[in-house]
């Protein structure tokens, strides 16, 4: 399963027909065999989303932010975690893309952080241990985790690559 995402979008022609609009392979830039994958496939901008036109919001499949960009908006993302140690997460970047971080957090795991959002996080390949502050969890293939806006980091303490759909939807901040 490593390597590029294929990602088919669907439209309706100018007679008020379905079609494939486009079937491609992302990220667009190459992706070095090294280098896991982070590729952002859709997103949409308010609920409910628009189904018209062709517009692509992520042609080369790079999203930059984490969360939605727009407030009632959503993200959908495939991520390729490499086992732990071969790549540091960075508390900066993370920032960066639009993620809460705490000092007392990140010095438990580099990786820790949240977002406004209800996020469907799908275990595709691999395991990945869901980490948050007062427990943690092993994700195996069809394991989904319901994140709440709750902060957490990922943990892949196999040999192996883990592989994981990520769906973020817009929500409201935790209290």
Same mark, same amino acid.
């Given at each position: 399963?490593?390597?590029?995402?294929?990602?088919?979008?669907?439209?309706? #022609?100018? &007679?008020?027909?379905?079609?494939?609009?486009?079937?491609?392979?992302? /990220?667009?830039?190459?992706?070095?065999?090294?280098?896991?994958?982070?590729?952002?496939?859709?997103?949409?901008?308010?609920?409910?989303?628009? #189904? #018209?036109?062709?517009?692509?919001?992520?042609?080369?499949?790079?999203?930059?932010?984490?969360?939605? &960009?727009?407030?009632?908006?959503?993200?959908?993302?495939?991520?390729?975690?490499? /086992?732990?140690?071969?790549?540091?997460?960075?508390?900066?970047?993370?920032?960066?893309?639009?993620?809460?971080?705490?000092?007392?957090?990140?010095?438990?795991?580099?990786?820790?952080?949240?977002?406004?959002?209800?996020?469907?996080?799908?275990?595709?390949?691999?395991?990945?241990?869901?980490?948050?502050?007062?427990?943690?969890?092993?994700?195996?293939?069809?394991?989904?985790?319901?994140?709440?806006?709750?902060?957490? &980091?990922?943990? #892949?303490?196999?040999?192996?690559?883990?592989?994981?759909?990520?769906?973020?939807?817009?929500?409201?901040?935790?209290?």
């Amino acid at each position: 399963m490593p390597g590029k995402v294929r990602r088919i979008v669907t439209a309706v #022609n100018d &007679a008020g027909r379905s079609h494939i609009l486009s079937d491609t392979r992302l /990220p667009s830039a190459e992706v070095a065999p090294s280098e896991p994958l982070r590729v952002g496939l859709w997103t949409t901008d308010a609920a409910p989303a628009s #189904n #018209n036109g062709t517009h692509d919001p992520v042609p080369d499949g790079v999203i930059l932010r984490t969360p939605p &960009a727009h407030r009632g908006g959503s993200v959908i993302r495939m991520v390729d975690f490499p /086992p732990d140690g071969v790549r540091q997460h960075d508390p900066e970047d993370l920032a960066r893309r639009g993620c809460k971080t705490t000092p007392d957090r990140t010095a438990k795991h580099p990786g820790f952080h949240a977002t406004d959002t209800v996020d469907y996080a799908i275990c595709l390949e691999g395991e990945i241990w869901a980490v948050l502050d007062e427990e943690e969890t092993l994700m195996r293939p069809g394991d989904v985790l319901i994140q709440r806006g709750t902060f957490h &980091a990922w943990s #892949n303490r196999s040999d192996d690559l883990c592989r994981m759909a990520f769906i973020l939807i817009d929500a409201e901040p935790q209290l």
